[in-house]
């Protein structure tokens, strides 16, 4: 079964940092499109950052410049660093894998709060 594992969420203050990471298995990673998306109370669930099974990346406005995602296919394991954090990044942040067409799959989240 498809198994995805999010880490390395916390509290961090302003201007800090933070690395995510996404364990995977029972699916074929390489082949597939991965991102990382987050929800806060009230709001709709949005998309971070993603990333093509050839490399290619995609950023939300509100990141770019501050977040990086990668990927490393050997260890099956999608990250997000997370620099110069402000407290608008506070959200439960999810890993998806999958076509953008399609349903995929999704971890159970790890909770990102930046206080001030």
């Known amino acids: 079964q498809v198994q995805l594992v999010e880490s390395g969420g916390g509290l961090v203050q302003a201007g800090g940092s933070l690395r995510l990471s996404c364990a995977a298995s029972?699916?074929?990673?390489?082949?597939?499109?991965v991102g990382w998306y987050r929800q806060a109370p009230g709001k709709q669930r949005d998309m971070v950052a993603d990333i093509s099974a050839i490399g290619i990346t995609n950023y939300a406005d509100s990141v770019k410049g501050r977040f990086t995602i990668s990927r490393d296919n050997a260890k099956k394991t999608l990250y997000l660093q997370m620099t110069n954090l402000v407290p608008e990044d506070t959200a439960v942040y999810y890993c998806r894998i999958g076509s953008l067409t399609q349903d995929g799959h999704w971890g159970q989240g790890t909770q990102v709060t930046v206080s001030s």
């Open positions: 029972g699916i074929l990673f390489s082949i597939n499109r």
